[in-house]
């Protein structure tokens, strides 16, 4: 297996150390563990942690503003995957809406749920991860990488280095003995390659995922695998720390009526996409879904 690192790997593990030292150190008051969280719920202060990535961005925004509507003031926190979850779980961080089971995030949940309340899935098709190349590649299966080594330039682009789809790889390139290089980056930098391969109408692999709106963009598809590196078919959970849940219990309730199926990500995260900026486009999908927003709020 061959990973190819833009940081040093003991450099990598430094800065998450850092960072989740930095998250517990930070805001706990009065002897709570949830940080600035009254008991009686009277601190109407959310913080919602996201990962950078599509779905996390659109979503979390939404329900900055519902919730700002309710009164509420809402932080955001953006971190990658191992941060975020130390957060939620020492309750610097309140909810996290992109929770990927039983796969992605499997590991970070198995080590915090006794600290964390699922509020549940709200993507209601079929959340997926795995190898995706544009649909002119001329293979099917990631059996066939090798032999078109050349063709890919014996890289897979990745996204940042903490993500459960980058370990997932890591076994994928393991388990088929493949002679790629894994390319650590970002969902930024990893978009930016694949829209100028496409362009050109060159051959890429990148890791992806559904929902994400790159598959309204570009016509892409999955790689077959056959050896399931990549697991089946996920959920995507809204999570949150126990104690916010006891003080805010009607924060719970609305976040646990909260669904949407792919045609509504997909219209939330092309406004996204298309230029607006996230909460601009969270207004302007609630002015256009307000039965519906409303119905979570009931």
């Known amino acids: 297996m061959k990973i190819q690192k833009s940081w040093p790997k003991a450099l990598l593990w430094a800065l998450t150390a850092l960072l989740a030292i930095g ?31 599509a779905e996390a961005v659109a979503v979390s925004n939404l329900w900055k503003v519902i919730l700002e509507e309710q009164g509420y003031k809402v932080k955001m926190t953006s971190l990658d995957a191992a941060p975020l979850f ?28 006794n600290k964390l309340d699922d509020y549940g899935v709200w993507y209601t098709d079929e959340a997926k991860i795995g190898l995706v190349v544009p649909e002119y590649v001329e293979i099917s299966s990631i059996e066939e990488l090798n032999a078109h080594k050349d063709r890919l330039s014996g890289r897979i682009t990745g996204i940042d280095p903490g993500a459960g789809i980058m370990k997932a790889t890591e076994t994928a390139i393991d388990s088929y003995n493949l002679d790629f290089n894994l390319i650590q980056s970002s969902e930024a930098a990893m978009l930016a390659a694949l829209d100028k391969a496409y362009r050109n109408q060159e051959w890429i692999a990148v890791t992806g995922w559904s929902p994400h709106w790159k598959f309204a963009k570009y016509d892409l598809k999955y790689l077959e695998d056959p050896k399931g590196s990549y697991g089946e078919s996920e959920q995507i959970h809204t999570l949150a720390n126990k104690e916010f849940t006891q003080a805010h219990p009607e924060v719970a309730a609305m976040l646990k009526k909260f669904e949407l199926n792919d045609q509504q990500i997909g219209t939330l995260e ?8 996230p909460e601009e486009a969270a207004q302007k999908w609630i002015a256009e879904n ?6 979570w709020l009931k």
């Open 23 to 53: 998250l517990t150190g930070c805001g706990a008051t009065s002897g709570s563990p949830s940080g600035n969280k009254k008991a009686n719920g009277s601190d109407k202060t959310v913080n919602i942690g996201y990962v950078n990535w």
């Open 270 to 277: 092309g406004y996204i996409n298309e230029g607006m900026k």
């Open 86 to 113: 130390v957060g939620l779980s020492a309750g610097n961080l309140d909810i996290f809406m992109d929770s990927w089971l039983p796969t992605t995030h499997q590991i970070f949940w198995d080590k915090y749920k």
């Open 290 to 295: 307000r039965d519906l927003v409303d119905s």
